[in-house]
């Protein structure tokens, strides 16, 4: 799985990068939470759907 809190930028470009600003965050983990959401609402429907395939038998 891939991980969102890996960086690949060098120490001297993170540490010389304006800070992020309040916004820019909120649009971050916005995106972050709607992704896991959407997500786990298809590992829930993916679920489900198993289970009904499965009382079917």
């Given at each position: 799985m891939k991980s969102n809190?890996?960086?690949v930028a060098q120490l001297k470009e993170l540490?010389?990068?304006?800070p992020m600003?309040?916004?820019?965050h909120a649009e971050v983990m916005r995106k972050?939470?709607?992704d896991r959401r959407m997500v786990e609402e298809a590992r829930?429907?993916?679920?489900?759907?198993d289970g009904l395939h499965f009382?079917?038998?």
């Open positions: 809190y890996s960086n540490m010389t990068a304006p600003t309040a916004a820019k972050r939470i709607a829930e429907l993916k679920k489900a759907e009382g079917a038998r």
